[in-house]
């Protein structure tokens, strides 16, 4: 069975637009758990363009499933995640002009702070997993730095322009995936999966536990309501 993760921050977005106090992101995370959610998916970017450090702690709190803190390295983000203690630590990379996060963490470039921020967080008792592109290489090298897991970037499978690059995305996937598993690391998927495109992902990406899925479920809520559109897509996980 895998399990749904909802990422909340289109909700701390939406809120900070106009400077309001609403919506408020830990609601949307009550509810998205109400209606069948296995947890809750949050990144606390450097700029605070959406989650601020209130959500952060509220969420903790409030949050009844499985906490995934979305990180960058930045030792100011990696102290915050230290205390609040989520489930789980998704370290990702960030770029302050991107308007969402663009592709997977180069782990072969920044061994050594990668490795330092991993034994950082589990030493307080969080497990890590890093946001990958689906390279062998890198892969093989979340092994090297002593994460137990990887999320899949699954942009580029989303952003497909045509069903025959589609395909070739989510068989380089598969093929990340199946990897993966062989080295021992648990597997989980996110950014641009949706209603569409999951059937494709699900027949051709096998050993996943964990996806997080946010935009798609947010906007769809804009017009059935949140517990609807989780349940949707829930409903469809579950196959």
Known sequence: MTNL???IDHIATLRNARRETFPDPIHAAVLCELAGADGIVFHLREDRRHIRERDVYLLKETVQGKLDFELSLAPEIVQICCAVKP????????????????????????????????????DTGIEVSLFLDPVPAQIEAAVQVGATCIELHTGDFANAKTPKAQLEQAQKLGKGAMLAHELGLRVHAGHGLDYHNWPLFHQHVPHVCEVSIGFSIIARAVFVGMERAVHEMKTLIKG
């Open 5 to 7: 993760l909802i990422n």
């Open 87 to 122: 489930h789980l630590a998704t370290l990702v990379p960030e770029k302050r002009e991107e308007v969402t996060t663009e592709g997977g963490l180069d782990v072969l470039s920044n061994i050594k702070s990668v490795t330092e921020t991993t034994r950082k967080l589990q």
